[in-house]
T-cell receptor
């Protein structure tokens, strides 16, 4: 079975503060992990994928197989980062499973 | 391409009525996913298809829910009879043949309210 856990429903930070959105997964094979974001009144869209090892809008995420984690980080939060963030895992037979999501609220 | 298209955008229905949600995936995509979004459970995978064939429907809550994909350009999710606890936003997503790191593209969702 594959499972994604996001322990925080809401994360509030001040503008300019560091952000870390937590994601842990459970999967016996080689995981394929993603972060998706949903801005207000917009579609859910891909933010980044672990194989690309890229930084998008200042966000990065590193796969830690030992801790089975894929936390999303940004050194300095911006107001426009306020959104709903979902961690996702593609596993057996390309089944795409999401966590429960974390709402990031950036305060001025 | 206009992306994944879902209809209707909003649906309000009375308990006991049949509800049909529709999805048109991006042309050429092999995979189609149906999700339900609620505050408590986040994004739950209900069912997904590969080349129009259902692969995993273990997330379908009960027999009241059914999904079909009669061809590569159309899928439906039906709830019969509907209940108030079915109220949620339902998303459809599609993706190309899945190689490592393939992105899924989402529709704008259907907000269902059962009263």
């Amino acid at each position: 079975a594959q499972r994604v856990t996001q322990p925080e429903k809401l994360l509030s930070v001040f503008k300019g503060a560091p952000v870390e959105l937590k994601c842990n997964y459970s999967y016996s094979g080689s995981p394929e992990l993603f972060w998706y974001v949903q801005y207000s009144r917009q579609r859910l869209q891909l933010l980044l994928r672990h194989i690309s090892r890229e930084s998008i809008k200042g966000f990065t995420a590193d796969l830690n197989k030992g801790e089975t984690s894929f936390h999303l980080k940004k050194p300095f939060a911006q107001e426009e980062d306020s959104a709903m963030y979902y961690c996702a895992l593609s596993g057996t037979a390309s089944k795409l499973t999401f966590g429960t999501g974390t709402r990031l609220q950036v305060m001025l | 391409d206009a992306g994944v298209i879902q209809s209707p955008r909003h649906e309000v229905t009375e308990m006991g009525q049949e509800v049909t949600l529709r999805c048109k995936p991006i042309s050429g995509h092999d995979y189609l996913f149906w999700y339900r979004q609620t505050m408590m459970r986040g994004l739950e995978l209900l069912i997904y298809f590969n080349n129009n064939v259902p692969i995993d429907d273990s997330g379908m809550p009960e027999d009241r829910f059914s999904a079909k994909m009669p061809n590569a350009s159309f899928s439906t999710l039906k709830i019969q009879p509907s209940e108030p606890r079915d109220s949620a936003v339902y998303f459809c997503a599609s993706s190309p043949k899945r190689i490592f790191g393939t992105e899924a593209f989402f529709g704008q969702g259907t907000r269902l309210t059962v009263v």
